[in-house]
Nanobody, 120 residues
């Protein structure tokens, strides 16, 4: 079993910053991809940013230049630094991880989500 625990959400005014963290725990051998998704009310969940184990990143177009994803492989942790936040960034943000368990079986895990609210 692999569990993900997010933290760092909250309410911020437009133009402000927040930093999300997500720690993975459990029967983990290796985490390959880590990512952040978000789901706004009435909308589908969408990829915000992802990062490979080697540090290659990919961002959704609307967050490029504002958000930065990073990871600490030793601590099984991924971060999302969000700057210049806009009201349209308001959503529940979910952490996602894919890799191998201690039994060398693949896993995909999701966090419970953390709410980010950006006021205008």
């Amino acid at each position: 079993q692999v569990q993900l625990m997010e933290s760092g959400g909250g309410t911020v005014q437009a133009g402000g910053s927040l930093r999300l963290s997500c720690v993975a725990s459990g029967s983990i051998f290796k985490i390959n991809a880590l990512g952040w998704y978000r789901q706004a009310p009435g909308k589908q969940r969408e990829l915000v940013a992802e990062i490979t184990r080697g540090g290659i990143t990919n961002y959704e177009d609307s967050v490029k230049g504002r958000f930065t994803i990073s990871r600490d492989n030793a601590k099984n942790t991924v971060f999302l630094q969000m700057n210049s936040l806009k009201p349209e960034d308001t959503a529940v943000y979910y952490c996602n991880a894919g890799g191998l368990t201690l039994y060398r079986s693949p896993f995909v895990a999701w966090g419970q989500g953390t709410l980010v609210t950006v006021s205008s």
